[in-house]
C-alpha cells in the first residue's frame, strides 16, 4: 500500500512539475501579446506610421493565435502535448526574433502572425495535460492556478517593460522574450514526460479539425462560446493595447507610471483566477458568478470612460478628470472580476469529456481569441474616430451583450 501510495504521490507530483513548465510557456504568450501595450508609441514613431494604424496591424497576432486553434487542438489529441508543445516553443522563439529585427509595419506584421501561430497552444498544452489527467473539480483549480501564471507573462510587461523601453529600445523586449523561450523549452523537455496521446484519434488530421468547430458550435455549448468571445478579449485588449495610451495620454502619466498602474491590474489578473477557482470549488453557482462578473466589468469600464476629462464623473466630481488613482482602482477591480474566465473551462471540460477535452478547449480559446482580434481591430477604428473614452464604453457594451447571450444559452 505504501509503495503504491508513494508511486502515486510521485505521478501527481511529476504531473504538477510538468505543469508548472508548461504554463510558463503561457507567461511566455501573455509576455508577447502585451509588449505593445507599453511600447505602442515608440513603435509607431520608429515604424513611422500612426499608433492607431499599428494597434490595428497587431490585431494579426490574435487572429492567427485563433485560427491556429483548430489545427492545435486536433494535434494535442492526436499526438499528445509534449512534441506540440515543443514544436511551438521553437516558432515562438521564431517569431519573437523576426518581431525584434522589423523594420516597418510590413516585417513587423510578419513576425507577429508568426507569435500568433506559434504561442496558439501555450495555454491548451497545460489545460490539455491537466484535464486529461485530473479530474473535474481538480482540474477547476488548475486552470485557475495556470492562468495565473501565465498573467504573470503581462506582469513582466508592466513597469519592468517599461524600464526596458526606456534605456534599451522596445526591440529588447522582444530579444528578451527569445532567450525566455529557449529557457522554457528546455524546461518542457526535460520535464514533460514522453507519453502517447491518450484516447488517440486515428481519424483524418482534417476530419479532426472539423470536429473542433462541431464542438465548438455545438448547442451546450454556443452560450458558452459567446461570452468568450468578448471576456479575454476585453482583458487584453484593455491591457494589451489601450491601457498605456489611456493613462499616459487621458491620464498624463508618465510611461514607468502608466507601467506601475498596469502592474497592479496584472498584479490582480495573477490573483483573481486562483480565487475564482476556491470560490468555485467553495460555492459552485458556476454559471451566476461569470454572468454576475462579466456585468461588473463592464459597469466598471463604464465608470473609467466617464472620468475622462469634461465627461459625466468627471463633471459631477466638479474636476477636469478623475485622478489616476481612480482608474488604478477600477482596473484592480475589473482585474479580479475578469478572472472568471476559468470557469468557462470547466464548464467546457465538464461538458465535453476527457476524450475531447483537447478539441473542446481548443475550441473555447478559439472563441477567446478570435474575440480579442475582432475586438482589437474594431476599437483601432473606433478610437480613430471617438476617441480613447468611446474605447471603454464600446467594451462595456460588448461585454452586456455577451453576458446576455450566455445567459439565454445556458
Same mark, same amino acid.
Given at each position: 500500500?505504501?509503495?503504491?501510495?508513494?508511486?502515486?504521490?510521485?505521478?501527481?507530483?511529476?504531473?504538477?512539475?510538468?505543469?508548472?513548465?508548461?504554463?510558463?510557456?503561457?507567461?511566455?504568450?501573455?509576455?508577447?501579446?502585451?509588449?505593445?501595450?507599453?511600447?505602442?508609441?515608440?513603435?509607431?514613431?520608429?515604424?513611422?506610421?500612426?499608433?492607431?494604424?499599428?494597434?490595428?496591424?497587431?490585431?494579426?497576432?490574435?487572429?492567427?493565435?485563433?485560427?491556429?486553434?483548430?489545427?492545435?487542438?486536433?494535434?494535442?489529441?492526436?499526438?499528445?502535448?509534449?512534441?506540440?508543445?515543443?514544436?511551438?516553443?521553437?516558432?515562438?522563439? +521564431? %517569431?519573437?526574433?523576426?518581431?525584434? #529585427?522589423?523594420?516597418? /509595419?510590413?516585417? $513587423?506584421? @510578419?513576425?507577429? &502572425?508568426?507569435?500568433?501561430?506559434?504561442?496558439?497552444?501555450?495555454?491548451?498544452?497545460?489545460?490539455?495535460?491537466?484535464?486529461?489527467?485530473?479530474?473535474?473539480?481538480?482540474?477547476?483549480?488548475?486552470?485557475?492556478?495556470?492562468?495565473? +501564471? %501565465?498573467?504573470?507573462?503581462?506582469? #513582466?510587461?508592466?513597469? /519592468?517593460?517599461? $524600464?526596458? @523601453?526606456?534605456? &534599451?529600445?522596445?526591440?529588447?523586449?522582444?530579444?528578451?522574450?527569445?532567450?525566455?523561450?529557449?529557457?522554457?523549452?528546455?524546461?518542457?523537455?526535460?520535464?514533460?514526460?514522453?507519453?502517447?496521446?491518450?484516447?488517440?484519434?486515428?481519424?483524418?488530421?482534417?476530419?479532426?479539425?472539423?470536429?473542433?468547430?462541431?464542438?465548438?458550435l455545438s448547442r451546450p455549448l454556443r452560450g458558452l462560446i459567446a461570452l468568450g468571445l468578448v471576456s479575454l478579449a476585453a482583458s487584453l485588449v484593455l491591457r494589451g493595447l489601450w491601457g498605456g495610451p489611456w493613462l499616459m495620454e487621458i491620464k498624463a502619466l508618465s510611461r514607468i507610471e502608466a507601467g506601475n498602474a498596469l502592474g497592479l491590474f496584472t498584479l490582480a489578473l495573477i490573483v483573481g483566477p486562483v480565487l475564482m477557482g476556491i470560490v468555485d470549488r467553495s460555492i459552485g453557482h458556476r454559471r451566476e458568478v461569470l454572468a454576475a462578473t462579466h456585468a461588473f466589468v463592464a459597469l466598471m469600464l463604464a465608470f473609467m470612460s466617464a472620468g475622462a476629462p469634461h465627461y459625466p464623473l468627471s463633471d459631477l466630481f466638479g474636476v477636469t478628470a478623475m485622478p489616476p488613482r481612480f482608474d488604478g482602482l477600477l482596473l484592480v477591480l475589473i482585474g479580479i472580476a475578469i478572472s472568471a474566465q476559468p470557469l468557462l473551462f470547466g464548464m467546457t471540460r465538464q461538458l465535453a469529456g476527457a476524450q475531447n477535452a483537447g478539441k473542446a478547449l481548443s475550441g473555447m480559446n478559439l472563441a477567446f481569441f478570435l474575440g480579442a482580434a475582432l475586438m482589437q481591430s474594431a476599437t483601432g477604428v473606433v478610437a480613430t474616430l471617438f476617441g480613447l473614452p468611446a474605447v471603454l464604453l464600446f467594451m462595456a457594451a460588448t461585454l452586456i451583450i455577451g453576458t446576455i447571450v450566455f445567459l439565454m444559452y445556458t
Open positions: 500500500m505504501d509503495g503504491k501510495a508513494d508511486s502515486a504521490d510521485g505521478n501527481f507530483r511529476a504531473l504538477i512539475f510538468a505543469l508548472l513548465a508548461l504554463a510558463c510557456g503561457h507567461m511566455l504568450s501573455t509576455l508577447l501579446r502585451t509588449i505593445p501595450a507599453i511600447s505602442l508609441d515608440v513603435m509607431a514613431a520608429d515604424f513611422r506610421t500612426p499608433p492607431q494604424t499599428l494597434a490595428s496591424l497587431t490585431s494579426i497576432y490574435h487572429f492567427a493565435f485563433a485560427a491556429s486553434q483548430i489545427p492545435v487542438g486536433a494535434a494535442m489529441d492526436r499526438f499528445g502535448v509534449r512534441p506540440v508543445a515543443l514544436s511551438l516553443l521553437v516558432g515562438t522563439i +521564431i %517569431g519573437a526574433l523576426a518581431s525584434g #529585427l522589423a523594420t516597418g /509595419p510590413e516585417s $513587423f506584421l @510578419v513576425g507577429q &502572425f508568426l507569435l500568433g501561430v506559434a504561442t496558439s497552444g501555450m495555454l491548451m498544452c497545460p489545460m490539455t495535460l491537466a484535464a486529461k489527467q485530473m479530474s473535474a473539480a481538480r482540474f477547476g483549480l488548475w486552470s485557475g492556478i495556470i492562468l495565473s +501564471i %501565465g498573467n504573470i507573462g503581462m506582469l #513582466l510587461s508592466a513597469s /519592468p517593460l517599461a $524600464f526596458v @523601453v526606456e534605456h &534599451f529600445g522596445w526591440r529588447m523586449g522582444f530579444w528578451i522574450s527569445a532567450g525566455f523561450g529557449a529557457l522554457v523549452a528546455i524546461a518542457v523537455f526535460l520535464l514533460v514526460p514522453k507519453q502517447p496521446a491518450e484516447h488517440a484519434d486515428d481519424s483524418s488530421p482534417l476530419s479532426q479539425m472539423a470536429e473542433v468547430l462541431r464542438i465548438g
